[in-house]
């Protein structure tokens, strides 16, 4: 069983279109967070879900906008693509501050 | 604030070599700090934690790091580097003050067979 799955792996997608991110962890962990990682590896958290309520929320244009049904899924859903949103987005989860667990990555190419 | 600093962005090390990757953290209170690892098209896998205790603590595949309080680091090492060590590697760090894990830029590791 994988412990923190997203759909898709792969996105590609035009300028302007609307597209979600689906994250799902069966690890009963009460930490779900977004990391983007550009393509210089660098890993930046966009927003962090305690218990289903926002807790942190970085310097993340409007466009992205998550929403947390409960506390086992994290979805990401980004409005009017733009070619600087091209990235590998990686869902995360945690218990109490203890190790985040990684999903395997959704690679979002905006052309 | 709360930051992580890799001051190693790219190592090259032949195999068998000795490897010390470097980290230290800003926050001033408690810490829990974590090594990571990611293979060439992969996620990011855990190597090694530390939360509290012995602050030597010991990962998988070799590795380990020790907590130097006073420094404020947390520095990775494997006395003997392998091919496939090949990859990039992320120190972090959870405070609970920010509620978030803070990842450093990363360290790109190259082992030459």
């Known amino acids: 069983d994988t412990a923190v799955s997203q759909t898709p792996k792969y996105l590609v997608t035009q300028m302007g279109n609307d597209k979600s991110i689906k994250c799902e962890q069966n690890?009963?962990?009460?930490?779900m967070y977004w990391y983007k990682q550009d393509s210089k590896k660098f890993l930046k958290i966009m927003f962090s879900?305690?218990?289903?309520?926002?807790?942190i929320n970085e310097t993340v244009p409007n466009r992205f906008s998550p929403k947390s049904p409960d506390k086992a899924h994290l979805n990401l859903h980004i409005n009017s693509l733009e070619l600087g949103d091209s990235a590998v987005y990686f869902c995360?989860?945690?218990?109490?501050?203890?190790?985040?667990?990684f999903g395997q990555g959704t690679r979002l190419t905006v052309v | 604030a709360q930051s992580v600093s890799q001051h190693n962005h790219h190592v090259i090390l032949s195999e068998a070599a000795s490897l010390e990757l470097g980290c230290n953290y800003s926050?001033?209170?408690?810490?829990?700090l974590f090594w990571y690892v990611q293979y060439p098209g992969q996620h990011l896998q855990l190597l090694l934690k530390y939360f509290s205790g012995d602050p030597l603590v010991k990962g998988i595949k070799g590795f380990e790091a020790e907590f130097i309080k006073s420094k404020f680091s947390f520095n990775l090492r494997k006395p003997s580097v392998q091919w496939s060590d090949t990859a990039e590697y992320f120190c972090?760090?959870?405070?609970?003050?920010?509620?978030?894990?803070?990842f450093g830029t990363g360290t790109k590791l190259q082992v030459i067979p």
């Open positions: 972090a760090a959870f405070s609970g003050g920010y509620q978030k894990v803070t």
């Open positions: 995360a989860s945690s218990y109490q501050g203890r190790e985040a667990f």
């Open positions: 926050y001033g209170g408690t810490v829990n």
């Open positions: 879900y305690n218990n289903k309520e926002l807790i």
């Open positions: 690890l009963g962990h009460d930490t």
